[in-house]
């Protein structure tokens, strides 16, 4: 797999780190940021956690409903998963500035989206 495919990914995570450090202000944005998305995630999970305990103690009432339910609600995280791995796909593909110099270099078009495929699958991880 080219590692130059990488590199620039890597490099520009360090260099935003590095320059994060002196910037009090993107700093505090990113804390922001950061605390909204953890209060979302931890919202979330209190109502799904209660939202099962409360079917949990009624399954006599609805036989099998919890886990129709369930498997909805991991349906659509697997199906909001597959949305925004095709958002990247699609976006690094197909809108890339650098597509023409990577396929002039002389690596085989196989490598190419091989390297490109495991980029698009670190950077859409998020949501797992």
């Given at each position: 797999m080219p590692f130059v495919l990488l590199r620039p990914s890597i490099l520009g995570f360090k260099n935003s780190l590095k320059a994060k450090a002196y910037s009090p202000g993107i700093f505090?944005?990113?804390?922001?940021?950061?605390?909204?998305?953890?209060?979302?995630?931890?919202?979330?999970?209190?109502?799904?956690l209660g939202a099962l305990n409360i079917?949990?103690?009624?399954?006599?009432?609805?036989?099998?409903?919890?886990?129709?339910?369930?498997?909805?609600?991991f349906l659509s995280f697997y199906l909001l998963?597959?949305?925004t791995s095709l958002m990247a796909v699609v976006g690094r593909f197909y809108t890339s500035n650098d597509m023409q110099f990577f396929l002039s270099t002389p690596v085989s078009l196989a490598r190419l989206f091989k390297a490109r495929?495991?980029?698009?699958?670190?950077?859409s991880s998020w949501v797992l």
């Open positions: 505090a944005r990113d804390l922001v940021v950061f605390f909204t998305l953890t209060t979302i995630v931890f919202c979330t999970y209190s109502f799904s079917l949990k103690l009624n399954e006599l009432a609805f036989p099998g409903l919890t886990k129709k339910l369930i498997d909805v609600v998963l597959q949305f495929f495991f980029a698009v699958t670190i950077q």
